[in-house]
C-alpha cells in the first residue's frame, strides 16, 4: 500500500467532506426557501461568509432545506469513504461519485473539486506507479520523498486558511480589500500546493516500493 498517498488523500478528503458538510448545514439554516435558480448561496446573510461569496453553489433540488439536509447526508457518507473505507478498491469511483452528487445537490464548487481530485487519486493507493517510476530519476525522486511532510504541511495550510480561515479572519477583522485579496491567493496555493504534494507523495512511496513492483508501461 502507498502510505504517503494514503495520508495525502485522507486528509485532503476530510477537508473536503467537512466544507460540503458546512454548505449544507447553511442551506438547512435557510429553511424551505425556495432556489430562484439552479445557483444558489449557502450563507447569503452571513457577513463572515462574504469573504467567499456567500459560499456559491448549485442545487436541483426543490427547496433549501432539503438541498442542506441532503449535502449533509453525502458530506458525512464522504467523511466515511475517505477516512475508515479508503483502502478499500473500489474508494476512488465511490468518492468520485459523492463529489459528483455533492455538486448537484448543495455541496458547492470547491469542495466537489478538491473531492475529485481525491477520488483519482484514491485510485493510486495500491498502485504500482510505474508510470511516474518513469518520470522520476532516483535523485529527483529521494529530493521528493524527502520534501513530502513539508509540502503536505504547506498544503493543509493554504486550505486551512481558506476554510474555516477566512471565515475567522473576516468574522472578527472585517471583509476587506486584503483578506479578499488572501484569499485569492490562498486558492491558488492550495490547488498548486496539492498537485505537489501528490508528486511528492507517489515519489515518497516509490522510494519504499521494490524496484521489481512493475506492470505494463501504461499503467500509472
Partial sequence: MNRATQITTSAMGVLAGLAGLEHGIGEVLQGDRIPGGVMIQSWPE?????????????TLLPTLRIAGVVTILFA???????????QRPRAGLA?????ITLLLVGGGFGPPLLGLIVGTTATRIHAPLTWWRARFSPGVRSFLAMFWPWAFAA?????????????LFAAFLGVNEPILLSVAVAIFAAFGLLLLTLVCAFARDLRRQPV???TPAGAW
Fill in 76 to 86: 458525512l457518507i464522504f467523511l466515511v469513504w475517505a477516512t475508515l473505507l479508503i
Fill in 46 to 58: 452571513s457577513e463572515s461568509f462574504q469573504v467567499l461569496n456567500g459560499e456559491p453553489a448549485m
Fill in 212 to 214: 521489481a513492483y512493475r
Fill in 95 to 99: 468518492l468520485t461519485a459523492l463529489s
Fill in 155 to 167: 498544503c493543509l495550510t493554504a486550505w486551512l486558511y481558506l476554510f474555516p480561515g477566512s471565515i
